[in-house]
């Protein structure tokens, strides 16, 4: 006959054993809120800090340099025995700060990147869009585009003297043409660099062509466009500065170019300096409206 093996019961639980089971699992500790904001706000305040000290270290650091070299009258490959030192700079510049000719140059020079940009900016993206919509356009347009594009702006001042009633209109043309095809060249490469299964893709859900380029193509060529505006800026007030010098009557470039006829060196480097802060200006205003408008990329969020 099999022994049968008593069952052991099991032994009950007590009062402590149930609290060490019950305290055992490990519950994550939530960090407080208030902790939390002042990590955020120090990692914001490092940003900040680094956003406006490093763009100051370059720019002290030139200007260390240009005043050793310009004080102690350095010659050796390059002569600045005759450079302004950044003193006779700051002076002349709290010199113009308080002429109100100063001021109607800049205004004056603004008006004419702002219209000849403006100008620019509109036809050279609407027909950079008709170029990289439509082979016929690309066929027609583009060989005549790519003759007229390498000729430098600064080159057609005597033909605008000649075909324009005013320097102002023909100056404004100048910037025009030199804002113009970088505008193009941007927008057509823009739309070639589309996916294609972006327009197929709103096809297929019932899309019309004018629906799909308002809200595919369009804004999809929008971060392009906007790379071509901001080089535009820039050629444009190289241009501008330049038809200035040579047929303007007012502007900062015709300021810049009657101080080096006067021999005020430091005149000059004030004058060159405004061209450089108002292109900055500029340049970021652009910049600023193509982030704002291209919100969606990645880099944009950041």
């Known amino acids: 006959m099999a022994s049968s093996v008593p069952a052991t019961a099991p032994s009950p639980i007590t009062d402590d054993e149930t609290r060490t089971v019950t305290a055992s699992p490990t519950t994550p500790q939530v960090e407080p809120p208030a902790s ?29 340099v240009w005043d050793l070299l310009t004080e102690n ?60 919509r439509s082979d016929v356009a690309r066929k027609t347009l583009r060989p005549f585009i790519e003759i007229v594009r390498p000729i430098p702006a600064i080159a057609l001042v005597p033909l605008t003297i000649l075909l324009f009633p005013s ?20 927008t057509i490469h823009a739309m070639d660099s589309l996916p294609k299964v972006w327009q197929e ?23 392009g466009i906007f790379s071509g505006l901001s080089v535009a800026m820039g050629v444009a007030w190289i241009c501008v500065v330049s038809a200035e010098m040579i047929s303007g009557q007012f502007g900062i470039g015709y300021y810049t170019w009657q101080a080096y006829g006067l021999l005020d060196y430091a005149g000059v480097v004030v ?6 802060a108002l292109g900055l200006i500029t340049a970021w205003i652009v910049e600023m409206i193509g982030r704002r408008i291209n919100h969606w990329l990645p880099r944009a969020k950041h």
Not at 44 to 58: E, F, G, T
Not at 201 to 217: D, E, K, S
Not at 271 to 276: A, E, K, R, T
Request: hydrophobic residues 60%; aromatic residues 10%.
């Open 167 to 186: 320097s102002e209109q023909g100056i404004v043309f100048i910037t025009f043409f030199a804002a113009f095809f970088p505008v193009l060249v941007s």
């Open 201 to 223: 893709a709103a096809y297929t859900m019932g899309a019309g062509r004018a629906t799909i380029l308002r809200q595919v193509v369009l804004p999809g060529a929008l971060p």
């Open 36 to 64: 939390r904001r002042g990590i955020v706000d120090a990692a914001r305040a490092r940003k900040l800090a680094a956003s406006i000290l490093l763009p100051l270290i370059p720019i002290a650091a030139f200007i260390v």
């Open 271 to 276: 004058g060159m300096l405004s061209i450089g």
């Open 73 to 132: 009258q350095v010659v050796a490959w390059l002569r600045f025995n005759r450079m302004p030192t950044p003193a006779a700079v700051l002076d002349s510049f709290g010199e113009r700060l308080g002429s109100s000719a100063y001021y109607e140059d800049l205004l004056a020079s603004l008006q004419r990147i702002l219209l000849g940009f403006a100008l620019a900016a509109i036809v050279g993206v609407a027909l950079g869009m008709l170029i990289g």
